[in-house]
């Protein structure tokens, strides 16, 4: 029988959390319950106390009552110790948590604190916003709580009854099995996917399994995270968009350590600057003043890009180059010289060569001679640019046609 870490404020929110904690063992998994609760007494006595919480943090729950800032980021770092510990005790398997802003960011930091592949459900009030800071790049399930969590009502009831259900269920299900086939990861966005896509097909033939991650901000960092877990065998990151986002503000950024874990780590790579010719906002009205005049393509009603510029390609080149140029192992880069997108070939909308010549000359002008450039005089999605970086990855891995030997 599995059991499942509840986790809540057992004061402000302990009708809640023991209704929460009393579904789950309805579906047949034990429960250990936290209280992360700081002002008023618990609803119910939990298994692990506030106390022993805040004792985890090196505090004690009494010096911090006034002040509500100090008290949530003390709490949270004393819930990231207890649940991690418990978890590499054998003692929980699964975590679940309900509440507002202070408990989503106290019980989530717990659940990024375990590996992924561990059940993590949070019912929280802030769900159906942007989450990207509580979920970060670990497998978080948020469930919105549609009405506040204050009370049990018909909505509530139902909401939480679901979520332990669901927890419960992720708790027991049974995962097949793939083999111990060595990863590949591969970022992608829309404007590549032809190239990852045949590429991937290669590698499979090859004896590989390949994640593809979608490089919107929170993909790229769940990649650069399994790559410095050491988890990857190897990286095909076509797709680095993310740096353009990162460089002019745009929505889809994966934040400073982008393109550096498999340099770090001496992950094997072989890289292109796919898709460095967008910038991505939202709906136009998202548009920052400042870019209005420039040139822009409606990928969808929800999503614009904002072409690069030959002065930010230029910069652009710089970053990717110095990462690169960090690497521990072995690595290439390649060029598609018609084109880093689908709309960037010749008689597309981003058709740009000086942006893209831009681009390449400081790619190469930065990078260290060790480190081999190939440039194709074809576009990102043409079948032999996908040919040779995939047969480039399996040169790099020593394991041509055979993935034993990775």
């Not at 509440?99 to 159906?128: D, E, N, Y």
């Amino acid at each position: 029988m599995p059991t499942i870490l509840v986790m809540g404020t057992l004061d402000t929110k302990g009708v809640e959390s023991g209704f929460l904690a009393e579904q789950v063992r309805a579906n047949g998994s034990d429960t250990l319950v936290v209280d992360l609760g700081i002002l008023g007494p618990p609803a119910f006595d939990p298994d692990v106390t506030r106390d022993e919480v805040a004792d985890a943090a090196g505090e004690r729950i009494e010096a911090l009552a006034g002040d509500r800032g100090r008290a949530v980021a003390a709490m949270t770092r004393g819930i990231e110790k207890i649940v991690t510990d418990l978890y590499a005790n054998g003692r929980i398997d699964a975590v679940v948590g309900l509440g507002g802003s202070a408990g989503t960011t106290m019980a989530t930091a717990a659940m990024r604190a375990l590996p992924m592949g561990v059940p993590k459900v949070m019912v929280s009030t802030i769900a159906g916003g942007d989450v990207t800071a509580f979920v970060g790049p670990k497998d978080i399930t948020m469930i919105p709580s549609i009405v506040d969590i204050s009370g049990l009502n018909r909505i509530s009831r139902q909401v939480i009854a679901q979520a332990a259900a669901a927890v419960s269920a992720m708790a027991r299900a049974e995962v097949p099995e793939t083999g111990d086939k060595p990863l590949i990861a591969a970022s992608m966005f829309g404007n590549t996917t032809q190239c990852v896509e045949a590429a991937r097909s290669r590698f499979e033939a090859s004896g590989f399994e390949v994640l593809v991650f979608h490089a919107t901000g929170v993909g790229g960092r769940t990649m650069e995270s399994l790559v410095s877990g050491g988890f990857i065998a190897a990286i095909l990151d076509v797709t680095t968009t993310e740096l353009a986002d990162e460089l002019a503000g745009g929505v889809l950024s994966a934040g400073p350590t982008r393109l550096t874990a498999a340099a770090r780590t001496g992950t094997p790579a072989v890289v292109a600057p796919g898709c460095l010719d967008m910038v991505n906002f939202w709906a136009p009205e998202s548009i920052p003043e400042k870019y209005r005049e420039r040139r822009f393509y409606r990928h969808n009603p929800n999503v614009t890009l904002m072409r690069t510029t030959p002065k930010e390609n230029r910069e652009l080149g710089r970053r990717l180059g110095e990462r690169l140029n960090a690497s521990q192992g072995p690595a290439a880069i390649y060029l598609p010289l018609k084109g880093v997108s689908v709309i960037s070939a010749p008689d597309q909308p981003f058709h740009w060569p000086e942006a893209d010549e831009a681009l390449f000359r400081s790619i190469k002008e930065v990078l260290r001679p060790e480190i081999p450039v190939f440039e194709l005089d074809v576009n990102i999605n043409d079948p032999a640019f996908a040919e040779a970086v995939a047969d480039g990855l399996l040169q790099l891995l020593g394991s041509r046609g055979n993935a034993g030997e990775a």
